[in-house]
């Protein structure tokens, strides 16, 4: 049975970074794309960013690029989100998803396995 547990989210200034991870267990890792997305009060769930089987290619939402990174070690079979110049309204709850597929899905329906999710809060 695949397990997506995530971590790292907290309270953080407006400027401030933090580093979230995703830790699989069961069912294989390495070849699949992985993503990160978010859900804030009262909004739809959106997606952050996107990573292919290999780490080769990445995909991000347009209001995090240049800001977060997401890369992945497969040995490790974790998934990372790192989030620097946070704003507040990057304030949500955050959830990894694993896919379907070696290469970054085009739709949110190819995400099979979902995490609990982590907290982030940005305060101004």
């Known amino acids: 049975q695949v397990r997506l547990v995530e971590s790292g989210g907290g309270l953080v200034q407006a400027g401030g970074s933090l580093r979230l991870s995703c830790a699989a267990s069961?069912?294989?890792?390495?070849?699949?794309?992985m993503s990160w997305f978010r859900q804030a009060p009262g909004k739809e769930r959106e997606f952050v960013a996107a990573?292919?089987?290999?780490?080769?290619?990445?995909d991000y939402a347009k209001s995090v690029k240049g800001r977060f990174t997401i890369s992945r070690d497969n040995a490790k079979k974790t998934v990372y989100l790192q989030m620097n110049s946070l704003k507040p309204e990057d304030t949500a709850v955050y959830y990894c998803a694993k896919s379907n597929r070696a290469s970054i899905p085009a739709g949110v329906d190819e995400y099979i396995y979902w995490g609990q999710g982590t907290q982030v809060t940005v305060s101004s």
């Open positions: 990573i292919n089987w290999g780490g080769g290619t990445t």
């Open positions: 069961g069912g294989t890792f390495s070849t699949y794309a």
